[in-house]
């Protein structure tokens, strides 16, 4: 039988040099439970390893924590990596730290890159240059997280920036994205006419959060059998009955 629900994939802790000091695991759960989420992905800068800590501290909650990474691309272009298991979310992490600059970060720098505990006690400073792009490109990056079993989705395409759209003016025919995402400033219909090459693709809707009210300002709902990456797929492939809709 589906359920529905109701589901923020794009949420930054700490680590993230744009996040507030109050993006936190146990404030990230207890904001993301008093929004009525049931789903949350963390998915900081090119990096995962705050993803453990935010998993650990919504046990016994009821919320699902999905750890990700959002891998900035040699393009500039930003993507949400989402992986069931920290494990696999760790070997992206892996290539993805393996193509990052190399660079030594300012003391400044390292302490805007906090790494901690479930109980937000800190454990150490990120080292790695986390918020600039990597020398993957988009396809390399679709790649590497599909061998990894994971979902990959380009974040808020209508960013000028950062956004696929934005940066390459369309939706590429290469890699086969299953889904792309929006920013909270555009609707799922506003994006199909600013962006016909996204055709019938599921759009999410997503926070971005890189501060506590702003989770779950913007979700998607989720109708799946339960709650994983793989039923996510199914949900973006429309299998059984699955879909994904807006809030």
């Given amino acids: 039988m589906l359920r529905a629900f109701s589901a923020d994939l794009h949420i930054h802790t700490l680590l993230s040099p744009c996040g507030e000091i109050e993006m936190i695991p146990p404030l990230i759960v207890q904001s993301a439970l008093s929004a009525g989420l049931d789903i949350i992905a963390i998915t900081d800068h090119n990096s995962c390893e705050n993803a453990r800590a935010v998993i650990e501290a919504a046990e016994g909650s009821g919320l699902r924590v999905l750890p990700g990474l959002e891998v900035q691309s040699l393009e500039g272009v930003h993507l949400l990596c989402l992986f069931d298991t920290v494990e696999q979310a760790e070997m992206m992490q892996e290539a993805v730290y393996e193509r990052l600059p190399d660079v030594e970060l300012s003391e400044r720098s390292m302490q805007e890159q ?134």
């Fill in 114 to 247: 906090m790494v901690v505990d479930s109980g937000a006690n800190f454990v150490k400073y990120c080292t790695s240059p986390i918020s600039l792009p990597t020398s993957m490109n988009i396809e390399e990056i679709f790649e590497k997280a599909y061998a990894l079993e994971g979902l990959t989705i380009p974040s808020h395409i209508d960013r000028l920036e950062t956004g696929l759209c934005g940066v390459l003016g369309m939706l590429p025919e290469t890699p086969a994205f299953e889904a792309v995402e929006v920013s909270r400033n555009l609707s799922t219909s506003e994006a199909r006419l600013r962006y016909p090459s996204i055709g019938n693709l599921p759009v999410f809707r997503s926070s971005d959060a890189h501060w506590l009210s702003a989770i779950g300002e913007s979700r998607t709902m989720l109708y799946m059998k339960h709650r994983s990456v793989v039923e996510i797929r199914m949900a973006c492939r429309g299998e059984g009955g699955r879909r994904v809709a807006d809030a």
